[in-house]
């Protein structure tokens, strides 16, 4: 039976389009007829019944009109293997119509039409034409939708229902349930398929065979991700999510396009929201400059300024590639949301004074987001020069600049581990920190601000991208040490605050964002494991997937990340923002040292340089800790017993 359903569904494939119309209008005419002889027969009672000269005329008649008004109203047009519920509707249209035509017919011909007949009829006619049509998509779909994968939609609001329609539309994944935060919903049904609570999951998806589960929560829906996150690793199958409604709308994804679960998931809390309102005013109808504009922050926060109405955004990055990309990104923002913003992107750097004082005249620039920085702690441990020139001397140079320039508000992106460093990155952005706060104390004109966050999830570098290639790899999952731990937060979230900050700024604040509990790292490798369905290897669970081996931590890097350096920090308008209370140094102090620094780094003097930084308000205790390498010489400098002293690259 199987094969010969099988046999007329591949000689169904193969007919063209019209031939498949015309068995279709074959199979109606069929349907017409039998419907019409059940229904007298019903009526009469009598299996032999046979129609006189009017009534077959009144048949005939009504056939006819009936093929015609199917073909109006686009019956036939319609793609079998994909028809929808929809098409029910145009089904009883045709079918209404085709009952009404047999009642008319009987008046013009003056056939005997008994008036339970056209009912009987339009009846039977229904559900010969609507089943066997589904019967046949049934037919059709069959095979595919086996070969496609089980997967159960958590969401039962509408971007859920949307994702479901698409799916099912779709080649790849078969839709099996909705998933439920509310407990009262369970083994209820949504477009035919059942329901489940949050706490049946696990049960659900051993039953059903699931193989994924799409998160499809509507934005604004008010859910525990911490308790939703943990129920989700508990059922070892991969995880992902779709879309946020704002890349719907903005046409930047569809709602089909399934993504990685996304890293504020990871998190386990609820994001934190900036007061639009301040950003807005703060930013609406002024020039804004925006350094290191290709970079992970610098580019986000390019993003999130477009949004709020500058005059005017001009990107200065020193990566030629970096800068195309978030330039033609904002130039696509700007293009679909309507917006009136100019776009400048500039390549330079920002250690030269003369260039960044250029593009903030010639602009008018009016704000200034310093976010050019070298960041990446073992790169600069081992690049000790060009992290002092670029982190400390190019924020001295553009903090000058903007001051010549005249520009209001210039605010720094800094980071945790400025707190008492026990590395060069560390010493050189708290030594920035110490650079814009003497200047804030020196003049009055521009206002000077510093916003300190931790790690950035997803940002270039961050361990989420690391650990994610390197399960999709079969591992092992790299970990420093067993008992590190961060503080996070997302791109845009840091983002979004730093604006909010920025816009609080009134002279010389070190504004700490609140970034919640500090994650393990470790756990947080295991928790990304388990949501892309797989389990960790270790002694006591020798056939796990995926191992996680700890390599040590690197050169200056810290067990844990500190936010402030003072006790009792002072509270802001916002909730998450709070105001560090800390030390500054004159700026008759930090000018001696800038310019110590600065001959030194000319001379190259890599001991200095980490002198200078120990000796300074910066806390660095890390300069004792660092491996004295020695340059490989030739054989005869060494013959004469000289000694140099290797320089990082």
């Known amino acids: 039976m199987s094969k010969a359903i099988s046999r007329l569904r591949d ?98 011909v003056h056939a005997t039409i008994p008036r339970s007949v056209p009912v009987i009829y339009a009846s039977l006619l229904f559900i010969m034409v609507a089943g066997t049509r589904f019967s046949v998509r049934g037919m059709i779909n069959r095979p595919r939708e086996k070969a496609k994968g089980r997967v159960l939609i958590v969401g039962t609001g509408p971007k859920a229902l949307q994702l479901h329609y698409a799916l099912i539309q779709g080649t790849e994944y078969r839709p099996m349930g909705f998933v439920s935060l509310d407990s009262h919903k369970h083994k209820a049904l949504i477009a035919g398929n059942i329901v489940y609570s949050i706490g049946h999951i696990k049960r659900a998806a051993s ?123 904002l130039r696509s923002i700007v293009s679909i949301g309507g917006l009136e913003v100019n776009i400048h992107a500039l390549l330079g750097s920002v250690v030269h004074r003369r260039r960044c004082e250029t593009i903030m005249r010639e602009h008018g620039v009016e704000i200034v987001y310093h976010a050019a920085a070298y960041k990446h702690v073992p790169l ?78 997803g940002s270039s570098g961050s361990v989420v991208p690391l650990f994610r290639d390197q399960i999709r790899d079969g ?20 983002s979004q605050l730093v604006l909010q900050a920025g816009a609080m700024g009134q002279g010389g604040e070190v504004f700490v964002l609140d970034m919640g509990q500090p994650v393990k790292i470790a756990d947080l490798a295991r928790k990304m494991i388990r949501l892309m369905g797989l389990t960790e290897r270790t002694n006591e669970h020798a056939g796990g997937n995926i191992e996680i081996i ?45 310019d110590q620094l600065n001959n030194a780094c000319k001379r190259f003097d890599i001991k200095a340089v980490v002198e200078l930084l120990e000796g300074a308000e910066t806390g660095y205790t890390g300069g004792s800790a660092r491996p004295r390498i020695e340059e490989r010489e030739p054989p005869e400098r060494k013959a004469a017993g000289a000694n140099v002293t290797r320089l990082p690259l």
């Open 11 to 108: 000689w169904l494939f193969e007919r063209p389009r019209s031939q498949k119309r015309l068995i279709s209008v074959a199979a109606d005419v069929v349907f017409i007829a039998v419907a019409l002889w059940i229904a007298f027969s019903l009526r009469y009672e009598d299996r032999a019944w046979l129609p006189n000269q009017h009534q077959s005329m009144a048949l005939a008649l009504t056939a006819a009109v009936s093929i015609i008004v199917f073909i109006r109203i686009g019956l036939y047009r319609a793609v079998i293997r994909y028809i929808s519920e929809k098409v029910l509707l145009v089904m009883v249209t045709g079918v209404v119509a085709s009952a009404i035509t047999l009642i008319i017919s009987g008046f013009l």
């Open 380 to 457: 600069v441990e081992n690049n000790v020069i060009e992290g002092i020139q670029n982190n400390v001397m190019g924020t001295w140079h553009c903090a000058e600049a903007a001051i010549s320039a005249g520009v209001e508000k210039f605010v720094l992106i800094s980071t945790d581990k400025a707190v008492r460093p026990t590395n060069v990155m560390g010493a050189s952005k708290r030594l920035a920190e110490l650079v814009l706060q003497g200047m804030a104390l020196r003049q009055k004109r521009t206002v000077f601000s510093m916003v300190r966050f931790g790690n950035v999830l």
């Open 550 to 594: 700890y390599t040590g931590l690197r050169p200056g890097e810290k067990l844990y990340e500190e936010l402030l350096i003072g006790g009792s920090p002072r509270a802001t308008a916002h909730p998450r923002i709070l105001m560090a209370r800390e030390s500054s140094m004159p700026w008759s102090d930090i000018s001696a040292l800038l």
């Open 207 to 329: 039953e059903q065979g699931i193989q994924r589960i799409f998160l499809a929560l509507e934005d604004k829906s008010e859910v525990s991700r911490r308790e939703l996150i943990e129920r989700l690793e508990e059922v070892h199958v991969p995880v992902q999510t779709v879309p946020g409604m704002s890349e719907l709308v903005s046409g930047q994804a569809r709602i089909n396009d399934i993504r990685d679960l996304d890293i504020a998931d990871l998190l386990g809390r609820d994001p934190v929201e900036p007061n639009k309102a301040v950003v807005a005013d703060s930013l609406r109808g002024k020039v804004v400059m925006v350094t290191g504009a290709g970079g992970s922050i610098g580019s986000e926060l390019c993003r999130q300024i477009s949004l709020n109405g500058p005059a005017a955004i001009v990107l200065l990055e020193q990566n030629e590639y970096a800068l195309y990309q978030i330039e033609r990104e």
């Open 475 to 494: 591992g092992p999952v790299t970990v420093t040490h067993p008992d590190i731990i961060r503080y996070f937060m997302t791109i845009p979230e840091a």
